[in-house]
């Protein structure tokens, strides 16, 4: 097992198979609104690629609508529970740089990716290659200029608003973007953005909001999608390959 393999293993055991990891209610809460849209994207007749298992939230919401569904997943903890639960789809173990599929697809899904690797654009660079002509790329990551952030900085609980949290170095973030900065990276690496929406009203930290409702986090969800894509928590573009 090399470094990056061993620190996705210590990501994977440390949260996504640790139950006891309070504020985690509030990011599956998450993911399943950002599902609600996602699962408009995708028809019947896609090949889908997702980079990551995560919480599995996304697979078992979308796979049941595309064609042909794999994941990539660099960890093999969580490859093994993909397959013990999800043995329909095609579960790859794999680095995401090192990996190419057998078939390009045509929905490419990089939810929450970006801000864990080492090098963004190089990596978008590769992912290039995994997609037909026709078809997209979408991209989530958390927004550098999210509501809490900026609260954060006016009240000097933190220096900047790229400062990352205690929280961020457990999930393995190594930056975070804003709107521009994504799209730079996005532009740079050959892809041209045409979609953009952003996800959660968030004004305070995870472990701000413990105690929380699920109606509340769900309704802060749906203020969301009435907000600027630049006040949320979230920020997803959608790109095709550049001409």
């Known amino acids: 097992m090399n470094t990056r393999e061993a620190e996705l293993e210590r990501i994977a055991r440390q949260y996504h198979l640790n139950d006891q990891v309070p504020d985690k209610f509030i990011e599956d809460i998450c993911q399943q609104h950002c599902c609600d849209w996602l699962q408009t994207l995708i028809a019947p007749s896609d090949r889908v690629i997702e ?19 794999t994941v990539v997943e660099g ?25 190419r599929p057998q078939e390009p697809c045509n929905k490419l899904l990089a939810l929450h990716v970006l801000e864990h690797v080492d090098e963004p654009v190089t990596l978008l ?8 002509p026709e078809g997209e790329l979408v991209v989530v990551v958390p927004n550098r200029d999210s509501l809490h952030r900026q609260l954060a900085v006016l009240m000097g609980l933190q220096p900047a608003l790229d ?7 457990v999930v393995g973030h190594q ?22 929406r952003g996800f959660f009203l968030k004004t305070l930290p995870n472990g701000m909001m413990l105690d929380h409702s699920p109606a509340l986090v769900q309704a802060l969800n749906q203020l969301g999608d009435r907000l600027p894509v630049t006040m949320t928590a979230n920020l997803a573009v959608r790109a095709r390959l550049s001409s």
């Open 51 to 69: 980079l990551g298992y995560g919480e599995g939230i996304t697979l078992s919401r979308l796979a049941p609508r595309a064609g042909h569904y």
């Open 75 to 99: 960890a093999q903890s969580l490859v093994d529970l993909m397959r013990e639960k999800h043995p329909e789809v095609d579960a790859a173990h794999a680095l995401f740089e090192a990996y």
């Open 125 to 132: 660079r590769h992912l290039r290659h995994w997609l037909r």
């Open 163 to 169: 400062t990352l949290s205690a929280r961020d170095h």
């Open 175 to 196: 930056r975070v973007y804003d709107l521009a900065s994504l799209e730079a990276d996005l532009l740079d690496a050959g892809f041209e953005p045409f979609d953009r």
